[in-house]
């Protein structure tokens, strides 16, 4: 297993919460991969074309982000996978790898990641989950190590050297947020806004909840963040 001091960021939030989804969309995601290696009819890519521009209009979209780890210890297979925005803080340049993710569209989120952009770090499977701070990316996605690492608590058998699953990036502690936004008060925000129109209507957080990296606008972002000033609801 690699020095916790380089990989644990990850390990933490991610087995846990992409290993729920992982069960139902492994299939699914890799259909998904072998189909474009597939020939198809003149239709079928026509219609993939169309698909591929509306995905690549939704990716531009996207410049924040939120993570999910675990702040609470959590034995997997005999590793510690516990890890919280003060373990990030603590870290050499405050700066750690993203490793363990093993759900195939939180990985590609992290493929979309560009240096330079922000993302809240999210505190998960713990009595109070929500948002514990800021980061930043430093660096965009590269090989995951860990899947190769047969001590390693993500170790994945049926990914190959030549041809690697799993992919990290590496964030940088920010700072803690200026008060704890809880996931409880992020959910009545969601909810008047589903009803009454706001800009947490549609939040990943909540309609993608299972994903341990997920996306958020510019303005999902922004209001977030606000909430930092006011008092909690």
């Known amino acids: 297993m690699p020095p916790k001091k380089t990989t644990r960021s990850s390990a933490k939030?991610?087995?846990?919460?992409?290993?729920?989804?992982?069960?139902?969309?492994?299939?699914?995601?890799?259909?998904?991969?072998?189909?474009?290696?597939?020939?198809?009819s003149a239709a079928v890519k026509k219609n993939d074309v169309e698909k591929n521009k509306n995905d690549d209009t939704c990716k531009a979209?996207?410049?924040?982000?939120?993570?999910?780890?675990?702040?609470?210890?959590?034995i997997?297979?005999?590793?510690?996978?516990?890890?919280?925005?003060?373990d990030l803080k603590?870290?050499?340049?405050?700066?750690?790898?993203?490793?363990?993710?093993?759900?195939?569209?939180?990985?590609?989120?992290?493929?979309?990641?560009?240096?330079?952009?922000?993302?809240?770090?999210?505190?998960s499977n713990c009595k109070e989950p929500g948002i514990a701070g800021l980061m930043k990316i430093?660096?965009?996605?590269?090989?995951?190590?860990?899947?190769?690492?047969k001590k390693d608590a993500h170790y994945d058998p049926s990914s190959k050297a030549d041809n690697p699953k799993w992919s990290m990036v590496d964030v940088q502690f920010e700072r803690v947020a200026?008060?704890?936004?809880?996931?409880?008060?992020?959910k009545k925000y969601h909810l008047q806004h589903k009803a009454k129109g706001g800009p947490l209507k549609d939040m990943a957080l909540f309609t993608r909840a299972r994903l341990s990296v997920q996306p958020l606008t510019a303005e999902e972002f922004d209001f977030v963040l606000s909430l930092e000033n006011e008092d909690p609801i």
Not at 109 to 120: E, N, P, W
């Open 13 to 40: 939030s991610n087995k846990h919460t992409d290993a729920d989804a992982q069960h139902n969309k492994e299939s699914d995601d890799a259909a998904q991969l072998k189909s474009g290696k597939r020939k198809r």
């Open 61 to 74: 979209s996207y410049s924040h982000w939120l993570m999910k780890s675990e702040p609470e210890s959590r």
């Open 76 to 86: 997997e297979n005999g590793v510690d996978v516990k890890f919280g925005i003060e």
């Open 90 to 123: 603590s870290l050499p340049n405050q700066t750690g790898c993203w490793d363990g993710v093993r759900n195939y569209q939180a990985r590609n989120f992290m493929r979309d990641m560009k240096v330079g952009q922000q993302a809240f770090f999210y505190h």
């Open 138 to 149: 430093v660096k965009e996605a590269y090989v995951d190590h860990t899947q190769f690492d």
């Open 178 to 186: 200026k008060r704890f936004i809880s996931l409880a008060e992020l």
